[in-house]
């Protein structure tokens, strides 16, 4: 997630305690004329102190500039290549990348075939939604994914015309998914509680599932999911103020009261179903972290 599963959410993952198996970099985009090796996440990669692997993920519509790009990545302290095929920005769409290829199968097939035969064995993986427009498409993405032989699938259970609507993801097409491939498949969409994890674990996606806002709404899900407690409403308080004190961190000068905030507010866009109405509006509307902390530290 870019901008908020960054270098300073895995620190703060690592002082709470609760940490994933693995982490998965933001996207790294490539495109034919420019190497974009983006510093914030490089950091997330060589400032890594948590000792949980990393999988540097990449997103683009051509194969030659993703295989240029893995291939320099792989020589940093990673886990893995991840091809990004699920995000679902216009932006990133209307070059092709993310959910965009999959409305291109001879860009998605050729890229995954040639990082396939660039990465090595066991650390090559995709992630990737249910379709651009229908599930329908699914079967078709399957056979493409299946032909390419990842070591490990990562599906989204939406098409990108759902985007992150409520109460679309299918848990069908994640089981299907499942069941087609002979990789193991994690499952992601809308995981945000114990419960929903370990119905994810046990009825639809068995290998594992892939957590993203949810673990930025609750950060204690990893420990959860582990048989560990529940967090107290005085460990909520310590994340946001952790939280606070490593996103001032990975600013350095270039911070000011109110591109902290504003920084600390990517994060909290997840976290505003936790707080009255009134809370969520000052928060929206703080400038200085002062009075941020003194809404979410009482």
């Keep these: 997630m870019q901008d908020v599963t960054d270098l300073a959410f895995m620190r703060v993952l690592s002082r709470i305690g609760s940490l994933p198996d693995v982490f998965v970099t933001a996207y790294f985009r490539s495109t034919p004329t420019t190497c974009a090796i983006a510093e914030a996440n490089l950091r997330c990669i060589e400032e890594n102190e948590t000792g949980v692997p990393i999988l540097a993920q990449l997103a683009g519509s051509e194969a030659a500039p993703l295989v240029r790009d893995a291939e320099r990545l792989m020589q940093l302290p990673i886990a893995g290549i991840n091809l990004n095929a699920g995000c679902p920005a216009p932006l990133v769409n209307r070059h092709g990348a993310g959910a965009g290829l999959l409305r291109n199968l001879p860009a998605f097939r050729d890229s995954l075939q040639q990082l396939r035969a660039t990465v090595p064995a066991g650390q090559f993986s995709v992630k990737f939604r249910t379709g651009w427009e229908s599930a329908d498409e699914l079967p078709t993405l399957l056979e493409i994914i299946r032909d390419a032989s990842p070591d490990c699938a990562m599906v989204h259970g939406r098409t990108r015309k759902d985007l992150y609507k409520p109460h679309t993801v299918s848990e069908a097409a994640v089981q299907q998914t499942v069941r087609t491939l002979s990789c193991p498949v994690l499952g992601n969409g809308d995981i945000c509680t114990l419960q929903q994890a370990q119905h994810w674990l046990t009825h639809v996606s068995p290998a594992g599932i892939m957590i ?87």
């Design 212 to 298: 993203g806002r949810g673990a930025v709404r609750n950060p204690y899900i990893f420990r959860q999911i582990r048989g560990g407690p529940a967090p107290t409403a005085e460990e909520m308080q310590q994340y946001y103020a952790i939280l606070a004190e490593e996103t001032d961190r990975i600013l350095h000068t270039k911070r000011t009261p109110a591109g902290h905030c504003n920084r600390m507010k990517k994060y909290l866009a997840y976290c505003y179903p936790d707080f009255t109405p009134e809370q969520e509006y000052a928060l929206r509307r703080c400038t200085q972290i002062s009075d941020m902390l003194r809404i979410l530290c009482p």
